[in-house]
């Protein structure tokens, strides 16, 4: 550190909301827009995990039946022995009971 600068008052940025910085796009989600502002999270203990966000609204409709074909459905709901055993509760969200039940 500089000895000659003991004190530096840093400028006060005013954030922009992500409705603001994709306002352009005609098409944003209410629910995308949550989704991003969840994940980009300085602080990382209050930073949604990677199970929080596949569990996220935004993505529900992609469990809905017959919305994927079969090659997609096996990509988005098979997981590990490990992923199932550490994430139970997640995988009762994330796994369908119309796909469980196949």
Do not use: A
């Amino acid at each position: 550190m500089n000895p000659d600068y003991k004190e530096y008052k840093f400028p006060l940025i005013k954030c922009f909301t992500w409705k603001k910085i994709l306002g352009h796009l005609s098409n944003v989600d209410d629910l995308f827009i949550d989704l991003l502002t969840k994940i980009f999270v300085y602080d990382p203990n209050k930073r949604i995990n990677s199970f929080e966000g596949l569990t996220h609204p935004y993505f529900d409709s992609l469990r809905n039946k017959g919305v994927n074909d079969h090659e997609m459905e096996k990509v988005l709901f098979e997981f590990t022995t490990e992923e199932k055993m550490m994430n139970s509760e997640y995988m009762k969200q994330l796994i369908p009971d119309w796909y469980k039940n196949k």
